[in-house]
Nanobody
């Protein structure tokens, strides 16, 4: 399938900015959607932003206008530029890739791959 490696998390003060990156390897051509999710203890993982193969983007209401998802096809990377960060943005951020490929039996395989997660902490 696809392997994902995130980078760029860390500690930032409220109002600050941070940029996350996610590098993909493996069945790159099978990816249809790249996305960022986040999760805090005791809560379900939630979608933050996603970008489709055609370049269209979606954002959760909580980050709209503050976060920007982008991709570099030449480097097989997707980035999440986060600005005007708030304490509520504190979470583990996960990179995801969703796609479809055909196995050796020519059967379609739908998948979602996850990165290992990177911690983002917004605090004084």
């Amino acid at each position: 399938q696809v392997q994902l490696v995130e980078s760029g998390g860390g500690l930032v003060q409220p109002g600050g900015s941070l940029r996350l990156s996610c590098a993909a390897s493996g069945r790159i051509s099978s990816i249809n959607v790249r996305a960022w999710y986040r999760q805090t203890p005791g809560k379900e993982r939630e979608l933050v932003a996603r970008i489709s193969k055609d370049g269209s983007t979606d954002y959760s209401d909580s980050v709209k206008g503050r976060f920007t998802i982008s991709r570099d096809n030449a480097k097989n990377t997707v980035s999440l530029q986060m600005t005007s960060l708030k304490a509520d943005d504190t979470a583990v951020y996960y990179c995801a890739a969703e796609g479809l490929y055909y196995n050796d039996q020519e059967e379609p395989v739908v998948y979602r791959s996850w990165g290992q997660g990177t911690q983002v902490t917004v605090s004084l």
